[in-house]
């Protein structure tokens, strides 16, 4: 193998087990830091429950730091640029997916900071008009969502937090990369909830959060967009927006 390219390999490998570690014990760190406000509702008032450690350093810090590591060298053979867009996004979704799925709450904190991560996709590829589409799509389809699940069973069964979240996906990947994220949330939560329900874990009418479906889509497009917008292309007719 030629040295340079050798020297090229070992510094990107490098520099993702040393992005991955500091992304994956930094989530813990703040995690365990926030204001226990963040994870309340509206009038609520925290309790012993919010109070950290909320989530344990092991084995949760080497598991995203491995997790972090993978996700750097991915986004990394894609472009740099792509890299500084995409880790800080993946960093937020991870914090809200852990937030909705122990506190049944997203933070508009997070939410915010993730929105403003669409500065840097939209200087990378997107037309201005596909990240306001996707936001409206996203926030649209999440709020009919909402609105008809109350009016079929008379409670919330969707969050303001999961269309909010939707919305800013949206902005962040684009009308195609919405689209294809609901699609994978629609089918990671269907498949898990029944299985939660046909092994007696959860009951028909429990609640369970769906935020982290819908971060962890959103995750799975931004680390494998071009392979997805591939096959859209090449099957769907899709092209990326």
């Given at each position: 193998?030629?040295?340079k390219?050798?020297?090229?390999?070992?510094?990107?490998?490098?520099?993702?087990?040393?992005?991955?570690?500091?992304?994956?014990?930094?989530?813990?760190?703040?995690?365990?830091?926030?204001?226990?406000?963040?994870?309340?509702?509206?009038?609520?008032i925290?309790?012993?429950?919010?109070?950290?450690?909320?989530?344990?350093?092991?084995?949760?810090?080497?598991?995203?730091?491995?997790?972090?590591?993978?996700?750097?060298?991915?986004?990394?053979?894609?472009?740099?640029?792509?890299s500084?867009?995409?880790?800080?996004?993946?960093?937020?979704?991870?914090?809200?997916?852990?937030?909705?799925?122990k506190?049944?709450?997203?933070?508009?904190?997070?939410?915010i900071?993730?929105?403003?991560?669409?500065?840097?996709?939209?200087?990378?590829?997107?037309?201005?008009?596909?990240?306001?589409?996707?936001?409206?799509?996203?926030?649209?389809?999440?709020?009919?969502?909402?609105?008809?699940?109350?009016?079929?069973?008379?409670?919330?069964t969707?969050?303001?937090?999961?269309?909010?979240?939707?919305?800013?996906?949206?902005?962040?990947?684009?009308?195609?990369?919405?689209?294809?994220?609901?699609?994978?949330?629609?089918?990671?939560?269907?498949?898990?909830?029944?299985?939660?329900?046909?092994?007696?874990?959860?009951?028909?009418?429990?609640?369970?959060?769906?935020?982290?479906?819908?971060?962890?889509?959103?995750?799975?497009?931004?680390i494998?967009?071009?392979?997805?917008?591939?096959?859209?292309?090449?099957?769907?007719?899709?092209?990326?927006?």
């Open positions: 193998m030629d040295l390219l050798a020297a090229l390999i070992a510094a990107a490998l490098a520099a993702a087990a040393g992005s991955g570690a500091l992304a994956g014990s930094g989530a813990v760190y703040v995690f365990n830091r926030i204001p226990a406000s963040w994870l309340c509702d509206y009038g609520e925290p309790d012993e429950r919010h109070l950290p450690p909320r989530i344990g350093k092991y084995p949760w810090a080497p598991l995203f730091s491995l997790v972090f590591a993978a996700a750097a060298l991915k986004a990394g053979l894609v472009s740099l640029a792509y500084a867009a995409a880790l800080p996004a993946l960093w937020l979704l991870l914090l809200i997916g852990v937030s909705d799925r506190y049944m709450i997203i933070p508009d904190q997070f939410v900071m993730l929105a403003a991560t669409g500065i840097g996709f939209a200087a990378i590829g997107h037309s201005f008009l596909s990240p306001l589409l996707g936001l409206a799509a996203g926030g649209l389809v999440f709020l009919l969502m909402a609105l008809a699940g109350r009016l079929i069973s008379k409670r919330d969707l969050g303001m937090g999961d269309v909010k979240l939707a919305a800013v996906c949206g902005l962040i990947t684009g009308l195609h990369g919405i689209i294809v994220i609901m699609a994978l949330t629609a089918l990671s939560s269907a498949a898990l909830f029944s299985l939660w329900l046909a092994s007696g874990r959860i009951k028909a009418r429990d609640e369970a959060p769906l935020g982290p479906f819908i971060a962890g889509s959103t995750a799975v497009y931004l494998f967009s071009q392979e997805i917008s591939g096959l859209a292309a090449r099957y769907v007719g899709l092209a990326p927006g």
